[in-house]
């Protein structure tokens, strides 16, 4: 418990600080959406405390630290990349519409410091118990398959919108291939994998499928609260994407054919 603690109470000081941090930078800036590029890079952040201070077992850290580290890090990279010198995301404009710098710290950085630490417990947890026994160990692993899973479709989903964005002839249309033709939000996705699979890794021993609202928590903001359906509702505004909607799967990735 005290190995716990120390990892938990670490993590969740450094991402105060992180959060602090943007809030400065994203206030000099003008625009708060500086603060998706510290989703990714926070949670890393967590994966990096829990195998340095943490005394569980020592391959479960490594795997946890190697996927979660190597996420976040090509995350952040991503977004900061894609929304560099760019306007206010719309989702945050309309959030803070007519809002003061309390709402703001609040509604913004102050949430997704408690995100941060409540969706990494169970990388906090992992990094206090010891690596499964017994037939537990096939959780665990499959729990790592899961994750590269979702890497590697998020990764390859932001690929191909960077390259359809890239291309001039593509201006005003909507994009609707490769995976953007089987889910509408392929990134999304992605991410709900990777936070399962780490779920699954923590959860090969106890006390760590204790930590189960953890990922319930994150595909709820990917897919409600900050995510998937609020971005719809500027996107919808948007000729053609009404047909997009009708023929792409929402979220699960399926075969493209007529959706409702």
Request: glycine share 12%; with cysteine; net charge positive.
């Amino acid at each position: 418990m005290a190995d716990f603690l120390l990892v938990s109470g670490v993590s969740l000081l450094l991402l105060a600080v992180l959060q602090a941090v943007t809030f400065f930078v994203g206030r000099a800036k003008g625009r708060y959406n500086v603060v998706d590029v510290i989703w990714g890079s926070g949670l890393a952040l967590v994966a990096l405390v829990a195998l340095v201070l943490g005394t569980g077992g020592i391959a479960r850290r490594i795997t946890l630290a190697v996927l979660v580290i190597g996420w976040g890090a090509r995350l952040s990279y991503h977004i900061w990349k894609r929304s560099r010198g760019g306007e206010e995301d719309p989702r945050y404009a309309e959030l803070l519409e007519g809002k003061g710098t309390g709402a703001i710290i609040g509604r913004i950085f102050v949430t997704q410091w408690i995100a941060q630490w409540f969706i990494s417990l169970p990388v906090q947890v992992a990094g206090a118990t010891h690596d499964p026994r017994g037939i537990w160990w096939v959780v665990a692993v499959v729990g790592a398959l899961v994750t590269v899973f979702g890497i590697a479709f998020e990764a390859i989903g932001d690929a191909q919108m960077s390259a359809f964005k890239a291309d001039p002839a593509n201006k005003g249309t909507i994009m609707d291939r490769g995976l953007w033709g089987w889910t509408r939000h392929p990134n999304y996705f992605g991410d709900a994998c990777v936070w399962v699979g780490v779920y699954l890794v923590s959860a090969s021993v106890w006390p760590g499928v204790l930590t189960v609202l953890s990922p319930v928590a994150m595909v709820f903001f990917l897919v409600v609260a900050t995510g998937a359906r609020r971005l719809e509702k500027s996107m919808a505004q948007r000729e053609g994407y009404r047909n997009y909607q009708e023929r792409t799967s929402f979220f699960v990735p399926t075969p493209p054919g007529k959706h409702t």
